[in-house]
């Protein structure tokens, strides 16, 4: 299985047909590639570590983590003192989450195989019953793991800046959010690795959000 997102000319052609404004982003910005992890457990350990923390501070984490262990599964990690987890740099509670999810999923409480099998919602439902995963870290492993090619995270900051960058809104409400989502649906994850391009400033779009009154 590839280690980048795929995505091709149907997904592209499709995009640009419905939405003229994205389409001269993806014509700029071209094909991205976007690195996914393939392996489920390893996608849930990978994405509990990098919650709140700078992308320095997580590669030296997932870095350590990684060392620690070489082959990362369940059996693994469950097997291991929680103590060794957290030595690997991150916070008690991150190590807990990691160590928790590995024994439900020893246990059979979770069958993180059958993951492949469900929808989307039914995915999210499954890893978001776990501690230490909400909405959107599920929907993220459902991207850049499971490779699902509708999903669009109303709960990604970066996701909702590009949308406001694009079409030069000043806020972005839900209401506003799922209308763009059902425009490029079946392919809104495609839409949103260009989003997270514009966010970051790739095409010097501006941010139309109101500026926030600094306190005196």
Known sequence: MSNIFIYGEKEIQHLKSVDSALGAIIDEIGPIERKVIPDLFTALANS???QQISSKAF????GRFTKRFPNITPEAVHSSPIE??????MSMRKASYIKEAAATIVAGELDIDELYTLSDEEVVKKLSSLHGVGVWTAEM???FSLQRPNVMSWGDLAI??????LYRHRKIDKKLF?????????YASVASLYLWEISKGTCNLKDYAPKQNKSK
């Open 178 to 186: 799922q209308k763009y989502k059902r425009r490029y649906s079946p």
């Open 48 to 50: 509990i570590v990098g």
């Open 160 to 165: 909702i800046r590009g949308l406001r960058m």
């Open 59 to 62: 590669d030296t984490v997932w």
């Open 141 to 143: 492993i459902l991207t």
């Open 84 to 89: 060794e987890i957290q030595q690997c740099g």
